[in-house]
């Protein structure tokens, strides 16, 4: 079946990026393919900028949607964002560093990553050791937790009116912004781009990419998602190792 598309948007991991994080050769050949039809192509991931960055070097989507919808840039360098303000993200880092039951705390600005422990690195980029008792000068996406046992992450969210939600490592608290995540981003730039949500394809694996799955045209789980995805998404397309999406938007797009 053929589906009349002018929007495609995908997660990274364990979606458009196989398990080695990297988009294969055969993927990136349909991403181009997809973008000389003008149709738009744009990622949405709970990943930050830089962090994103190192993963999607060989493509150049026309959007990045990162930090689970906190923060959208295009390649021509429009953006739309919803940060913790430095005001509220310095009270709550205040708090976080004083928490006994808090292990590490890490931050994403637009391009700097901060950490409370020296020497920290995850998907290619190394955290900058900063001391959070002295503050940030800048609006940011992300604060990243790791807790011990009894810590309360809601009595913080509620006291900051943030979001907070549980990693897979299930050690691991995230705040955003109450308003972001990654469909209220997709809106946004659908709103920028003119064109209809239902006319908009997404893909995705995890529990942040339910809301997109739903509210965009054809919302399409890879295989190797979780359970819960296969009951939200009106089609299922093959795994993350198998280039998945692109084979489904191959046969479905082009």
């Given at each position: 079946?053929?589906?009349?598309?002018?929007?495609?948007?995908?997660?990274?991991?364990?979606?458009?990026?196989?398990?080695?994080?990297?988009?294969?050769?055969?993927?990136?050949?349909?991403?181009?393919?997809?973008?000389?039809?003008?149709?738009?192509?744009?990622?949405?991931?709970?990943?930050?900028?830089?962090?994103?960055?190192?993963?999607?070097?060989?493509?150049?989507?026309?959007?990045?949607?990162?930090?689970?919808?906190?923060?959208?840039?295009?390649?021509?360098?429009?953006?739309?964002?919803?940060?913790?303000?430095?005001?509220?993200?310095?009270?709550?880092?205040?708090?976080?560093?004083?928490?006994?039951?808090?292990?590490?705390?890490?931050?994403?600005?637009?391009?700097?990553?901060?950490?409370?422990?020296?020497?920290?690195?995850?998907?290619?980029?190394?955290?900058?050791?900063?001391?959070?008792?002295?503050?940030?000068?800048?609006?940011?996406?992300?604060?990243?937790?790791?807790?011990a046992i009894g810590f309360?992450?809601?009595?913080?969210?509620?006291?900051?009116?943030?979001?907070?939600?549980?990693?897979?490592?299930?050690?691991?608290?995230?705040?955003?912004?109450?308003?972001?995540?990654?469909?209220?981003?997709?809106?946004?730039?659908?709103?920028?781009?003119?064109?209809?949500i239902e006319q908009i394809?997404?893909?995705?694996?995890?529990?942040?990419?339910?809301?997109?799955?739903?509210?965009?045209?054809?919302?399409?789980?890879?295989?190797?998602?979780?359970?819960?995805?296969?009951?939200?998404?009106?089609?299922?397309?093959?795994?993350?190792?198998?280039?998945?999406?692109?084979?489904?938007?191959?046969?479905?797009?082009?």
């Amino acid at each position: 079946m053929m589906y009349m598309v002018k929007m495609i948007v995908t997660d990274l991991d364990d979606t458009l990026l196989n398990d080695e994080r990297k988009i294969s050769a055969y993927s990136r050949s349909i991403i181009t393919s997809v973008q000389n039809k003008g149709i738009l192509f744009i990622i949405a991931t709970a990943r930050s900028f830089p962090a994103a960055a190192v993963a999607i070097k060989d493509i150049n989507p026309d959007w990045g949607i990162y930090n689970n919808g906190a923060l959208a840039i295009s390649k021509v360098s429009n953006r739309v964002a919803v940060p913790i303000t430095a005001t509220v993200a310095n009270c709550l880092l205040t708090e976080l560093v004083n928490d006994i039951k808090v292990k590490t705390i890490k931050i994403s600005a637009v391009q700097n990553e901060y950490a409370s422990k020296i020497g920290l690195k995850k998907n290619g980029i190394s955290y900058k050791y900063t001391d959070f008792n002295s503050g940030l000068n800048e609006d940011v996406y992300k604060i990243m937790v790791k807790t011990a046992i009894g810590f309360t992450p809601q009595f913080y969210a509620t006291k900051y009116d943030l979001k907070c939600y549980l990693t897979r490592d299930q050690a691991t608290y995230v705040y955003v912004n109450k308003c972001a995540d990654k469909m209220s981003a997709i809106q946004m730039v659908a709103e920028q781009e003119q064109i209809p949500i239902e006319q908009i394809v997404a893909f995705g694996d995890d529990v942040n990419d339910i809301k997109m799955l739903e509210g965009c045209g054809v919302g399409v789980a890879v295989s190797n998602a979780l359970p819960t995805l296969y009951n939200v998404a009106a089609q299922i397309c093959g795994s993350n190792k198998n280039d998945g999406v692109a084979h489904w938007i191959e046969y479905n797009v082009l």
